[in-house]
């Protein structure tokens, strides 16, 4: 095994460009499939961003000494408190270097609030980052909505929950997927239909490195979701594909259209795509599909000071956390539907058949 050493000279040459091409291309490779060591490639990429901002900051402390240097202090007093036309005269004489020093000092401050992480700490509502788990404490509960309790009575639910988002099947079975941060800190989640019925879930598995987690339907009282029309894409999208997300920002099922802007995600991350639809908290787990029907992602998180710019966990990851489930947590044999039936539909058709395979998720 490498030293650490040598694993961070590894990681800089790759940022540096110094390493070859096929040592890029399998150092890539790897960031693709480990999670955790893709991580420490952008901790480090930002830790040397850092750096250089450091850097910038000291050479703009250097400038601006050599500034003050030049300027007669002692000088610019006696000739300037006497009478007021002199203050003309040496304005136009010194407003250049007095000019260059006012915009140092200014490059300075906001180089050391960036640096100390002054505009995240101070205000959370400024981070660009936001994941899409809705309150919904105070938002009034479906009318139509039921539960089924353990002794199969009906009944409505006490509250309308204090989190809400997207799933969607995974498998005729019962199996739905959604986000991590949305079920996160739940003692109970449910899921509701466009239909209004509602069912009690069991969390059967987390992965909180990819934000995923994998539902199953906990009622002795259901059947089947009936066959998925849908197929889960395990190569990766290309550049400027169509692709459009149905989700639950609101109590009704909203669509959203677009396409994929970016192969990386916020801040460089290979685990996502980004993608230019507009989203709003509620949407986070929910489908991202292509023209075809592909499942190529699942919405997670949008870029708040920059409209449009959302982010979806790619599909391959969403895979690999599914096959990394112990087969001895599962009640029955999760298996992914092979069969797509949307190629070819109009939109609108597609959105029909695809209606009843996304929820609403309630957390409590």
Do not use: C
């Not at 291309?25 to 420490?40: G, L, N, S, V, Y």
Request: aromatic fraction near 10%; avoid cysteine; proline fraction near 3%.
């Amino acid at each position: 095994m490498k030293s650490e050493i040598e694993f961070v000279e590894q990681i800089e040459s790759y940022l540096l460009g110094e390493i070859s091409p096929k040592d890029r291309i399998a150092f890539e490779q790897r960031r693709r499939d480990d999670a955790a060591f893709d991580q420490k490639v952008v901790a480090h990429k930002n830790f040397l961003q850092q750096l250089g901002e450091y850097g910038t900051r000291k050479k703009l402390e250097s400038q601006m000494e050599v500034i003050h240097e030049q300027l007669d202090i002692s000088a610019l007093k006696k000739e300037i408190l006497p009478q007021t036309p002199i203050i003309k005269v040496l304005w136009k004489k010194y407003r250049l270097n007095a000019a260059v020093a006012a915009s140092v000092a200014i490059l300075m401050v906001l180089a050391t609030l960036f640096t100390t992480g002054y505009f995240t700490k101070n205000n959370a509502t400024n981070s660009k980052y936001s994941a899409l788990r809705r309150e919904i404490i105070n938002i009034k509960k479906s009318q139509h909505a039921i539960i089924k309790n353990i002794q199969g009575e009906f009944t409505q639910p006490a509250d309308p929950g204090h989190f809400g988002g997207t799933g969607f099947a995974l498998s005729e079975n019962g199996y739905v997927v959604t986000n991590y941060h949305v079920i996160n800190g739940a003692d109970s989640v449910f899921i509701q239909d466009n239909k209004g019925s509602s069912y009690k879930m069991k969390i059967v598995y987390i992965d909180p490195a990819y934000d995923i987690a994998v539902l199953q339907v906990d009622d002795s009282s259901f059947k089947s979701f009936g066959a998925l029309p849908y197929t889960f894409k395990k190569s990766a999208s290309d550049l400027g594909e169509k692709v459009y997300t149905i989700g639950f920002p609101k109590d009704d099922i909203v669509y959203g259209e677009g396409y994929l802007s970016s192969r990386s995600g916020y801040a460089g991350d290979t685990v996502a795509y980004q993608v230019s639809i507009p989203v709003n908290p509620g949407n986070s787990g929910g489908p991202l599909l292509d023209n075809k029907g592909n499942v190529i992602g699942l919405i997670s998180g949008k870029q708040t000071q920059a409209d449009g710019a959302a982010f979806a966990i790619k599909s391959g990851n969403l895979l690999k956390s599914i096959s990394a489930i112990p087969q001895d947590s599962l009640m029955q044999k999760l298996v992914l539907n092979k069969k797509n039936v949307l190629a070819g539909l109009s939109r609108r058709d597609q959105i029909k058949k695809m209606e009843n395979y996304i929820f609403m998720v309630k957390v409590y």
